[in-house]
């Protein structure tokens, strides 16, 4: 590891250190913030490399450990208890058929979990079509979607698909047009009931615009946004978030479990800003919320539906400007990113860290670092947090240098 000053400033504590643990020269990245990626010890976990997925080891020096030595897929979808890293084969489109195989990360044998051959059984969608997004904490189900029709027009439609992998046996949970960034997450609580829980995010009024052929991933305010529902993984039980839908927020699309615990964080914007979070003066809060059931059938209501419970994590918290975040496992303990502000030297994205009492209090934060990645054409690039189980170790993007790596903080206090 390097130890890189350049990111302290006046403001970072005292104790705080950064070292840069990849050094790829065509750029590496730590795994998307909404996903496991630590192995079981806390000191292990999965970067992306240019040539793959690698376990980093902080007990030997940040080493680097390909996962695979030959054929290696580009990415794989690390399970929750931190055991398996999931993956298709390459090639599965020419086929026809799907083949998902887990990789065991401490041993490195493979197996496959899960094929089909044309259509997926029970759920007669095309199998070359499944595209896997998360993996149940028990290790016996993995989620994802399918696209019904072109994916653009009206009445194509998104399909959440689940795999059973004891029964070989695919099922519909859901499907709905404004599906087409999910953001599909397994609840990680190990009770037996909530690990069925699926958290789908709904970008309601995506279009296709027909002047330029692209397709609008975000409505305009008039259509409310973006909002979130969790739905069990065989279709019933739907619900609700209370984030959005109220006329005057919707969410930015980016959302956790919280934890261990079957609620939900996000981050909320007003929803007369048109910038998607640009505008002077708006602001980008972080919002806890617990599921209410609800007709997934019926107009959508956030907050103002009867019985929802929500706090305000960032209350008090001067001009929040949040982006991503990523927790512990018991959910009291906060990384967050922010969109590019300029702190009077340099502008970036920064990070915060913020805890708290219980699952009902407002967070306190703590400033850390600017990591001087900002959205432009130069620094394009997202900072990510995650943090460690823990919560003693917090992980970022940056192309600092010009080339993407992976840096790791520690030192701070809670």
Not at 48 to 73: K, M, N, R, W
Not at 111 to 128: C, I, N, T, Y
Not at 279 to 290: D, N, P, V, Y
Request: glycine share 8%; proline share 7%; aromatic share 8%.
């Amino acid at each position: 590891m390097f130890e890189v000053p350049d990111f302290y400033d006046p403001n970072s504590p005292r104790d705080l250190r950064v070292h840069r643990v990849t050094e790829d020269p065509k750029g590496a990245s730590a795994v998307y913030p909404d996903r496991p990626s630590f192995l079981a010890d806390g000191r292990r976990f999965i970067v992306q490399t240019s040539t793959g997925p690698a376990i980093c080891d902080l007990d030997a020096g940040a080493a680097l450990y390909p996962v695979f030595t030959e054929d290696a897929p580009r990415s794989i979808l690390c399970s929750p208890d931190g055991r398996y890293g999931y993956f298709t084969a390459s090639g599965q489109e020419d086929s026809g058929s799907l083949t998902v195989s887990r990789v065991d990360l401490e041993t490195r044998h493979i197996e496959v979990v899960f094929h089909a051959e044309d259509r997926l059984p029970g759920a007669d969608l095309p199998a070359k079509d499944f595209r896997m997004s998360t993996v149940s904490v028990d290790n016996r189900r993995v989620a994802g979607m399918v696209t019904i029709g072109d994916g653009q027009s009206a009445d194509s439609q998104r399909c959440v698909v689940m795999l059973d992998l004891d029964s070989g046996q695919a099922n519909r949970v859901v499907a709905n047009h404004d599906f087409n960034n999910p953001h599909l997450q397994y609840c990680r609580s190990t009770d037996p009931e909530a690990s069925h829980d699926l958290l789908i995010q709904m970008n309601h009024g995506a279009y296709l615009d027909e002047r330029t052929g692209q397709f609008i991933g975000l409505g305009p305010p008039a259509d409310k946004g973006v909002d979130v529902h969790a739905v069990r993984d065989d279709g019933s039980n739907w619900r609700d978030l209370p984030f959005g839908r109220d006329g005057l927020e919707s969410c930015i699309g980016h959302q956790i479990w919280r934890g261990q615990d079957r609620s939900v964080v996000t981050v909320t914007l007003q929803n007369l800003d048109t910038s998607y979070g640009w505008a002077e003066g708006s602001a980008q809060e972080a919002i806890a919320g617990w599921p209410v059931p609800a007709d997934k059938d019926s107009p959508h209501l956030g907050r103002l539906h009867p019985g929802a419970r929500r706090v305000d994590l960032s209350q008090g918290f001067t001009r929040p400007r949040f982006c991503h975040l990523a927790c512990d496992a018991a959910g009291l303990r906060f990384a967050f990113d922010t969109f590019p502000i300029f702190d009077g030297e340099r502008a970036g994205m920064q990070l915060i860290v913020g805890s708290a009492a219980d699952l009902e209090s407002p967070l306190r934060f703590t400033y850390l670092l600017n990591t001087q990645v900002t959205f432009n054409k130069s620094k394009g690039y997202h900072a990510h947090p995650i943090l460690s189980p823990d919560g003693s170790i917090l992980l970022f993007n940056s192309n600092l240098t010009g080339i993407p790596q992976v840096y790791l903080v520690t030192g701070f206090e809670w």
